[in-house]
């Protein structure tokens, strides 16, 4: 039994669910309403109601139906006759919408001046619901706002649920923001006090501490605490904000910083070697990403979007290729001598940034910025989680997970493990240790190539900028140890953080001098880096 | 070679200085005259006596005792900026010329950390003092925990970029990225006279002399075979009861000095200083001079600055696209054929011997 009833009792509800929109749009008399604004000014204020009901919540077909009407009024192209009225600029019954003049002897309402500000509200109150064009209802938004105060509740709301475009409907909450602030009733404005502490911003705390000032916050204790009450909320939720914004940047840069130092912490555990043209393969593989867009943008248009992941095995396999020829013809002679093998780098980072000095040119490189790295989400005060700082984490993310598991999980990561730990026992035991060695080169040069090509959505691309990373780079190694994944991605963090954080308090130079200072200090301590393999001291 | 891997022959370096001394002498006796150097020849020979004074610090520690620093640009601006700082409060003293920076900045008057620097012993002892501290601070942490090899080369590097990033910054004082220009007077006399671009050339020879004499010395004492013991075995060297970390103190020290020295010697006669002295690439290029003379040779670090910068110095008029891939070829050059330098052409009986054989192509180097 209970159960028919329940049955019965959704039922019913859904039956009203459906029924809803008829009743109301069978709710909204037209005829009744042309009548009203054929009628007299007091007619005219209950239409204009109507109207305004309407704009916040009517129904689609009622919007659309209602939208000349206020226009016709002001502009004085309504004819009012005995069988209703006719919108005389498209000749139209206001009623039907069927095509038919005015008879006898029509009348063009006036509106008084009270009702003049009136309609002219409700004009743009409507237009900024249901016109068609972005610039339509941003005029209208526009006229809205010089009257704050006389914009009903939940027009705004209502707007800004149903605006498909993002910076109008940012623009729509700041209004209804603004009007529910400036509200006659005070227990709307404190409503929208509360309402603006939920989104805390800067923008929201200028305009909260403005409050202040306002009478009634000396006048009444209630508003006076919902003020303070939002600013305390707003505050904290601006400094949560910081953090989390902080915080953000610093794991983006740890990611860039993680990508180029994860190369060079291999190739140092493995030879010994410490790589000065790491920055120019991270420079270079920026430049293949380049050309990659280049390239879609004659032969394929369609898939321009998509030329960040389809650089991706180019720019790993272009920077690898030239780290493999780097290590054959160059380092493979020098592997007992790591000083000249720091100038033997050198000279090639020098050569390859005038290489492409001279090919590309100094300039900035211009590249087209895709769906998925553009833009953000906003989360609290003003931290906005972008996505192309999120492509950069992500992309580092992917890149240690696969590292690591080439490290420690193919025969390949076994051999540069055991060439890491003992060379002479490694090679005792028939591990080749010259291919091993260049096939790591290759592998940590590729591992530039992919950095360089995450951070070309954030940082500016030119020759010069491989120089940006690699002594923050350097550092990474130095302090995570040599060879270890774990202490390059402990390092990264840390550097990374440190920098970001110290950033806004001092500047971006004292964030270095003090990163510096701490890993010379950190040096002290465990000369070898964070997670040095245990052992003798070499 | 003797025993402890030195070179016995005493001929080219003695040569090397005499002809330095004689240079000096001569420019200083035909200054006036008609066989006078032009003032632009006069300037360059100047700023490459700097220079090889440069190239023999640098050589002192990484080719005597096997470090490389990659930094060592760090101790040539300090020299150059502090010297920078007498000749404008001393300009400012006697001519009344007020410095760009302080009219750039907007300041009325010098800041109180350049009191005094009028006085050119006060500059000088500074510049001995500060950089006595810094490099000693700096060596003494970095030797205690014994970061060596290519972790000391690449937080030298670290250290001269941080430093250069700082000298960029044009609240600190010190010329920001403009750096300090516009020097009138040094020592009660006009700058830019061709008597005054004489006078500072063959003071350089003369103190690129000096310390080349200096430093054979040292490296001929007992202290000097010490200096190739640390370099050539450290750990039996410990073993046997040295402390090396006081003898790597000392040299770090003196090195970093003879830099600054190079610094105040090199500022007056390019008539400015800014950050770009401070920039990684003029540090690894001191390194780069050292390479093609030779390491471990002070005549050959001498030859190498000269060399290297005398074609820079002709191809920045001729073609200075080119000089970065020249640079780079060259290094290559060295690196791969001739470990030591121009030292391995008397190998090949190109120039005559000058009595090193060729030493062991992994000479001091340990992997770290």
Known sequence: MNLTRLTVVVAGLLAALLAAPTARAQGLDRAGLIANLCGNAGAMGEAAAVLTGLAMSGDAADRAFAVPLARAVIDRKLACDDAGAVLTESGLDAVTRAPRAAAGEPRTPVLSLKNRATYEQVDAALALRAAPEAAQRAAALKTLERRPALIPEGLLDAAAASEPDAGLKADIETLAQTAALTAADPAARIRALARIADNPSRRALTQVSALTADPAYAASPEFRAAVDEATARIGRGIAVGDVLATAYNGLSFASILFMAAIGLAIIFGLMGVINLAQGELIMIGAYVTWLVQQGLRVVAPSLLDWYLVLAIPIAFVVTAAIGIALEASLLRHLYKRPLMSLLATWAVSLFLMNLVRVVFGTQNLQFETPFYVTGGVPVI?????????????????????????????????????????????????????????MMAFGLGSGLAGLAGLALSPIYSVNPQMGQNFIIDAFMVVVLGGVGTIA???????????????????????????????????????????????????? | MNRFGRITHTAPIVHLIALIVLAALLMAGLAGTEFALSRYLANAIGQLAAFAVLAISLDLIWGYLGILSLGHGLFFALGGYLMAMYLLKHSFEITGTVPDFLQFMGWKEFPFYWDGFEFFPYALAAAVVITTLISGLFGYVSFRSRVGGVYFAIITQALVYVAMLLMFRNDTGFGGNNGMTGFTVLFGWPMGTSGMITALAVASLLVLAGVLAGCNWLVRSRFGALMLATRDDETRLRTMGYETLRLKLIVWCLSALIAMLAGMLYVPQVGIINPRVLSPELSLEIAVWVAIGGRGHLVGAVIGALLVNAVKFWLSFAAPEIWPFILSGLIVLVVLVFPNGLMDLAKFKLVRPMGAKRLAADMGEARP
């Open chain 1, 381 to 437: 005060g003003d931290f906005i989680f972008t996505w192309n700082r999120m492509f950069a984490i992500a992309f580092a993310v992917v890149t240690l997970a696969l590292t690591w598991g080439l490290v420690r999980r193919t025969p390949f990561g076994l051999n540069i493990r055991a060439v890491t730990q003992n060379r002479d026992m490694a090679a005792c035991i028939g591990i080749p240790t010259r291919r091993v060695d």
């Open chain 1, 487 to 538: 202490g390059t991605v402990v390092a990264a963090l840390g550097i990374g953080q440190i920098n970001v954080l110290i950033e806004p308090l001092w500047g971006a130079v004292a964030a270095k001098v003090i990163v510096l200072l701490m890993i010379i200090a950190f040096l002290q301590w465990r000369p070898e880096g964070l997670f040095a393999v245990k052992g003798r001291r070499k």
